[in-house]
Structures are given as C-alpha cells and as structure tokens.
C-alpha cells in the first residue's frame, strides 16, 4: 500500500516497460482467515489513497476480486504481460508463492517475488544448529548482527509508465469493505490510512524516541509510534523506519520491537500450525472452558475490572489498544476466564486495525504461556495492581469509562472496594451503572494454577 521502497514496483519499473498496478483481493481461497471488520475499514480507505498516489504519477490501480492463478493468468493474457512482480507477506491461510508461481508458469507468466514487508527473509536468522531461533533476546542479537544486510529504502518513483491500454477494473467501493452500518466513526476520528499518513506518523514519532523506553509501557500516555496498523498494511516499510531512526538517541529499544514484529512473522513462516494450535503440545491438554456469557463481558468491556474494560472500549472504539493493554486483557480471559487464546485472539483479528496474524498470533501465545519464548501460565497478572501501576492517575481509565470519571484515583481500578460514600459521591452504583466483577482475582488465580496442573497431569 505504498510508492515508496516498493521492491515490486521497483523491479517492475526496472524493466522499461509500461506497469499495470494490481490490486488482487482474493479472498476466496479455502483456510483463509478472512480479514476482520476494522481491517477491511483500513484497507478500503488506504486503496483510496493508493489509487490517488498512483493517479498522481500517471498511473492507476486495476483492481480485480477472485481466485489469485485464474485472475492473474487471465489479466496477464488480457494485457499481453509476461511478468508478475509482487511482494510476499507471511500468511499461511493464503496461496504460497510457489505454488501460485507454478501455476503461472504454466502459462507462460513469470511470478517474481519480494519480501520488504520484513526487515530479514524469514528463514535468513539462523541459529548456530541452522535452526529457527525459539528465544528472543538471541534472534535480537542475530539481527543486530546482520543489520548491514537491511536494505536502504528506496524513493517513491517520480513517474510510473501508464499501460497504453489500461484493462478493464473494479472500483475500491466494489469491494464491500466498508461497513453497510456506519459504526466507524470512532475508528476515523483516530486515524488516517494511507503512506502519507504513515510517514507523517514516523516523522512526529522521531522526537519522541528518547523517552519511548520509559513511556511505552504507560497506556495513559502517547508513549508509543502507534505506527502498527501502517506497518501491518504496508504503507511504510519497516527498512524505512529501521533507517530513519537508528542511530538517533534512545532508538534501541524502538528497534527491539520492530525485532518482536520480525520475530513474530518469522515463527509463523517457520510454524504455520501455531495459526491455531499451541507451540508447546502440552497446551493441547488444558482444560479451557468455553464460557460465552463470560466472552461476551469481556468483549464489551463489563467485566468490573476497570483496566481490562477501558482496554476493551478503547478497542472497540478505535480499533486499537495499547500493548500493555494487549497484554492484560489478554491475560485476565486466559486465566481469569479460562477461555481459549484463540477466542481472544478471533475478536483481535475482527476489531483491531492492525490485525496481524504474526504478531497477534504470537502475542496470544506469549500471553496464554503456550507459545515460544512465552511468560510462564503460572504467572497471572492482577488487573488491580496492574491498572494501578501502569495507570497511576487513572487517567486511561476516565478517558475510556466516563461513567467512573469522578472516582479518585487510589479507588478507581477498584471501584468495588471504594467507600460506598465515595462511590456515591462519584455517581458510581455497583451492579447499576458499574458492574461487579465478574470473577474474584484471588479464586481466578487459584483456578487458572488448578487448570494448570490439571494439563501437566494430562500431558504425562
Ligand atoms: P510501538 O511500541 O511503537 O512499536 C513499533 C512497532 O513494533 C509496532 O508498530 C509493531 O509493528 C512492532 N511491535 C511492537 N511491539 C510488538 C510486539 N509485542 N509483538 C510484535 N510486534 C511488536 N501487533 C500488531 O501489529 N497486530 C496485532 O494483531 C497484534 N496483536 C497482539 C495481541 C496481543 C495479545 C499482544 C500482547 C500484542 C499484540 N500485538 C499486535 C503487538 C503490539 O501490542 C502492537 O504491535 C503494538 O501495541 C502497536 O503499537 P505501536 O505501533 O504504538 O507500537
């Protein structure tokens, strides 16, 4: 979704030859995990600005929906095209590369291949055996190593050869993307799709940085690049913001979390079952229990802890949540709960604007304890002190939960344990306009620890 250090584009543009820009929007493929509600939101909004980007260097956008080979093969054909160039991005639900490219071939179409959606080809870090690393802080150290290999970014070209005849095309609206219902006005009012957008984001991030490894774990603060849903949609690469911010004071640990994100797509690459299934088989004997009550406070953020459900608004309302956050809601349905990762991790998928499957599959996993390199199941979050750490004012929670505005802050991520006059004061009534909690953290934890040892005893 971007002009700029397109490695496709470049190498089509290398040819001399006219370029068609393609978008394909297949999603017809059987196994495929079809994008959520919010993602679709962003992605018909940044093909908006990508048609006007192409249109303003004398091109344009086919836009095409169907099967990848057959639409491929017949739009090649149209256009007497001999050679498709396209970047690959890690999704085990879609065609493989190879597989589509021997279909072409077949007919007589080269499928050329690029990968800058990653900053290292998955499958390029390897470890002293030649395997995949399963820790992080050694796959970090192995990047740092080979961070000369990290491509500069390449400019956006100053003019793209139009087609003399362009072939026939969707518009972006023939898609359906966009909600029949318009519930996106949150979602809208807090972002902007598009490759502008995102390299307007990275520039007013860069000051930024010398605070972010104090600040990026405060959801109450702007501490972090909320540059995810742009990297996720490839409307900035991350070779771009490697090299506009390494180097500059404090870029370290910024750059360890663009790792977590090459982490994370180069385990799927390497493990596409964990889509679904946990990395540690052990997991496949946990007794979760499916509770959908129980799933549904969650969900709509009525659950009584205030952290999680502020969390779960802010999500909801626009599209995104802190990582922090991430972690803590995360945590509290897989062991306060005791519902699936994977339930948590579908209603991610369907709500957040920068669903991933990488990351979001991997940050399940670390969060359930069932995945590589994860926090340990036995160790469980308490909301209350975890809202009271990393929100100390209660300033996230009154921004997301009105209705506890006026609660000081040493009883706001406790509402339940708060003087009753204070709580009236406030307007707060329990079990009226402020749920209870849904689960009592001591008998939770006590719970999760039981399902725990049930699954070890299972698993011998
Ligand atoms: P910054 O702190 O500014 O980090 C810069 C970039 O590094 C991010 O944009 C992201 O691409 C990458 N990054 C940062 N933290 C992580 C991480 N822990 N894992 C992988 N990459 C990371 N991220 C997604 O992009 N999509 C998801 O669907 C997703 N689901 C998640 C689910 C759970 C349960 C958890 C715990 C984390 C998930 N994350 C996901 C990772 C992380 O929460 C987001 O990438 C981050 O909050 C995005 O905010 P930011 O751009 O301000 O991050």
């Given at each position: 979704m971007r002009l700029g250090d397109n490695a496709a584009l470049a190498a089509a543009l290398a040819t001399g030859l006219p370029v068609i820009p393609i978008f394909l929007w297949?999603?017809?493929?059987?196994?495929a995990i079809a994008p959520g509600a919010a993602s679709c939101w962003w992605l018909h909004h940044s093909l908006l600005r990508l048609v006007q980007s192409l249109q303003a260097h004398g091109s344009r956008l086919i836009v095409r929906r169907g099967p990848s080979a057959l639409t491929l093969a017949a739009l090649a054909r149209e256009t007497e095209s001999a050679r498709i160039f396209c970047n690959r991005v890690?999704?085990?639900?879609?065609?493989?590369d190879t597989s589509l490219a021997g279909r072409l071939r077949a007919e007589g179409i080269s499928l050329e291949t690029c990968t800058p959606s990653l900053l290292f080809e998955p499958g390029?870090?390897?470890n002293t055996s030649g395997g995949p690393f399963q820790v992080f802080t050694p796959f970090w150290r192995a990047c740092l190593n080979q961070r000369a290999s990290i491509p500069a970014p390449l400019d956006a070209p100053q003019h793209i050869p139009p087609s003399p005849s362009w072939p026939r095309s969707l518009t972006?609206?023939?898609?359906?993307?966009?909600?029949?219902?318009?519930?996106a006005a949150g979602i809208r009012a807090a972002w902007s799709p598009g490759e502008a957008a995102a390299l307007s984001r990275l520039q007013s991030f860069r000051p930024s940085l010398t605070e972010y490894a104090t600040?990026?774990?405060?959801?109450?603060?702007?501490?972090?690049?909320?540059?995810s849903p742009h990297l996720h949609f490839g409307e900035v690469s991350p070779a771009r913001i490697w090299h506009s911010l390494?180097?500059?004071?404090?870029?370290e640990p910024y750059l360890r979390q663009l790792a977590w994100r090459e982490f994370a797509h180069h385990l799927l690459s390497e493990y596409p079952h964990t889509l679904q299934q946990p990395?540690?088989?052990?997991?496949?004997h946990f007794p979760w229990r499916r509770n959908r009550r129980l799933l549904r406070a969650w969900q709509k953020g009525r659950t009584g802890y205030p952290i999680v459900d502020a969390a779960m608004r802010e999500l909801w309302t626009t599209g995104w949540m802190h990582n922090r956050a991430r972690m803590i809601v995360a945590s509290f349905l897989v062991k306060?709960?005791?519902?699936?990762?994977q339930d948590g991790a579908a209603w991610f998928l369907d709500t957040?604007?920068?669903?991933d499957l990488a990351n979001n599959t991997m940050g399940w996993q670390w969060v359930a304890g069932?995945?590589?390199?994860?926090?340990?199941?036995?160790?469980?979050?308490n909301p209350v002190l975890q809202g009271e750490k990393f929100d100390p004012q209660g300033d996230y929670v009154r921004r997301w939960l009105p209705e506890l505005g006026a609660l000081p802050a040493e009883h706001i991520h406790q509402p339940w344990n708060a003087p009753p006059l204070v709580r009236t004061a406030a307007g707060v009534h329990l079990d009226s306009n402020w749920p209870l909690p849904i689960v009592d953290h001591a008998q939770a934890r006590a719970a999760a620890l039981a399902a725990l040892s049930e699954m070890k005893a299972a698993a011998r």
């Open positions: 297949d999603s017809e493929h059987d196994n890690v999704n085990p639900t879609a065609p493989s390029s870090i390897r972006v609206a023939d898609l359906d993307l966009e909600p029949r219902i318009d519930w600040e990026r774990d405060r959801p109450d603060h702007e501490g972090s690049s909320r540059l390494a180097g500059c004071p404090g870029a990395f540690q088989p052990q997991f496949r306060h709960l005791l519902i699936p990762w957040l604007v920068d669903a069932c995945g590589v390199d994860a926090a340990p199941y036995f160790r469980i979050f």
